[in-house]
């Protein structure tokens, strides 16, 4: 892969993809409007090719000749590139500026209302329908996914009742306040984090009346200066009650993504949890199944978004896209819960990657606008 500090432009990675040909379309990906979401900072490019998901399987060739074709632009150091279901009539979306105006807007409803949260592009809520499947250990490690395709990512801890973010990102100690009124967000692995669990006790029981979560949440995502962020990544309570409905209310979501374990899948946790951002309007970008499977060391890590069975068949039957996979392995759960999450302790191994490659997944779709897309609810 090429280095240095030449500037890539979009259109030398256009340029680059228009040679890369789909035999079985007769075309290239520029050509054939296949491209979409091309994101690129300094010198990393992140872009999504949209594909018949009847392809899937056959199309690992095409994804890894794309990013072969891209690495080889002076300049570029790191490429990521995904297949995404193609959003029927096969054209690219335009890729949408960076910053505050990338958030797609909503068609509609509730969630056109909310007012943004100044310089912040993209809220997404990390969700699940029960406690302990690992929403927690995936928000941070998704945030810090994101932060490796070199986007500026804000991680709000909503989970109020049992903040995990401070052990999880191995932050200690009181934010500042400049002025007495708002709050510095602390930082660390290049993230700017909020948790309730910086301002209390980490022992105090902490018995919260409904109104008081929600002044709790809109003071985190209002009051703190966040400055300008691509993504802020909110790691929301578990389950689908009242309290989770009203605060997803209250935050202007692009999207939300639902973390499930294969049994929560199965017992149809997961519908919840679709079925309440469903509610309040809030696109539902995918299901990630976490403790999917045990891992071995020297399996390496799976890519297969298209060809895995279980459960994207499920996510495909509850209408929405599965993001990917995640093993249960001792060495996320030791990393996570010593605040040295996988995706920057060990940035080389299979399952950093496979966080890498959902934050992408997540990525994508924000920039190429399909997250306002409504899941299709399939009752049965
Ligand atoms: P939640 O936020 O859903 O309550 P957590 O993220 O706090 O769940 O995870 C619960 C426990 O499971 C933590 O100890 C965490 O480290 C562990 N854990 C989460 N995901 C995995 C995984 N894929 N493999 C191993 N342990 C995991």
Redesign the pocket.
């Known amino acids: 892969m090429a280095t240095g500090r030449t500037t890539v432009t979009e259109a030398a990675v256009r340029e680059a993809l228009g040679k890369v040909q789909d035999d079985e379309r007769g075309g290239d990906l520029v050509g054939l409007g296949m491209i979409s979401g091309l994101t690129l900072r300094d010198g990393h490019v992140l872009f999504s090719i949209e594909v018949d998901p009847q392809r899937g399987p056959a199309l690992e060739p095409l994804r890894q000749a794309a990013e072969k074709a891209v690495a080889a632009i002076p300049g570029v150091l790191s490429v990521t590139a995904v297949l995404t279901a193609h959003r029927g009539s096969g054209a690219a979306a335009p890729a949408a500026p960076q910053g505050a105006q990338a958030r797609p807007a909503a068609p509609g409803g509730a969630q056109s209302r909310k007012l943004p949260v100044t310089g912040v592009g993209s809220i997404i809520a990390v969700a699940?329908g029960?406690?302990?499947?690992?929403?927690?250990?995936?928000?941070v490690n998704l945030a810090l996914g994101l932060a490796a395709l070199g986007l500026k990512v804000g991680l709000l801890d909503a989970?109020i009742y049992?903040p995990?973010m401070p052990r999880?990102t191995g932050i200690t100690g009181k934010p500042n306040s400049p002025d007495g009124k708002s709050l510095d967000p602390k930082e660390n692995y290049g993230l700017k984090v909020m948790s309730i669990g910086f301002l209390i006790d980490e022992e105090t029981p902490m018995i919260w009346r409904g109104p008081m979560v929600q002044s709790a949440l809109s003071q985190m995502l209002r009051d703190v200066n966040w400055g300008t962020l691509d993504v802020m990544v909110v790691?929301m309570p578990?389950g689908t009650g009242d309290a989770q409905l009203t605060m997803a209310q209250q935050v202007p979501l692009a999207g939300a993504v639902i973390?499930s374990t294969p049994q929560d899948i199965a017992l149809l946790d997961a519908r919840k949890g679709l079925n309440m951002f469903r509610k309040v309007d809030v696109p539902v970008l995918g299901i990630i199944e976490?403790?999917?499977y045990f891992c071995c060391p020297n399996c390496g890590h799976r890519t297969d978004i298209f060809s895995h069975g279980g459960a994207r068949a499920e996510a495909e039957k509850l209408g929405c896209d599965f993001l990917g996979e995640?093993?249960?392995?001792?060495?996320?759960?030791?990393t996570?819960?010593s605040g040295h999450p996988i995706v920057v302790s060990a940035p080389d191994s299979p399952?950093a990657e496979a966080y890498r490659g959902i934050a992408a997944r997540v990525w994508a779709k924000l920039r190429s606008g399909a997250g306002p897309v409504a899941p299709r609810i399939v009752i049965e």
């Open positions: 699940s029960k406690g302990g499947v690992g929403k927690s250990t995936t928000a989970d049992g995990s999880m790691d578990p973390v976490n403790m999917s995640i093993p249960l392995d001792i060495a996320i759960r030791e996570s819960d399952h």
